[in-house]
């Protein structure tokens, strides 16, 4: 298995670019997946995670 190694971050987007391209995906998904359901861009959004078994973690130490 290949690992790609970021050595610099991209370049950012200008402030404002992201609730146009969050609509945007939201539309495409839309056309393919009619019940796709959306909240608003950038809220704090609260997860819940479940332990539901064991986990593999594959490290790369060179």
């Not at 998904?29 to 861009?41: K, N």
């Not at 809220?43 to 060179?62: I, K």
Request: aromatic share 4%.
């Amino acid at each position: 298995m290949a690992v790609e190694r970021l050595t610099e971050l991209p370049p950012q987007l200008p402030a404002g670019t992201g609730p146009p391209l969050f609509e945007h995906l939201l539309a495409l998904a839309r056309e393919a997946h009619p019940t796709v359901q959306s909240g608003v861009f950038g809220a704090d959004m609260r997860a819940v995670r479940v332990n539901d078994g064991l986990v593999t973690v594959w490290l790369n130490v060179a």
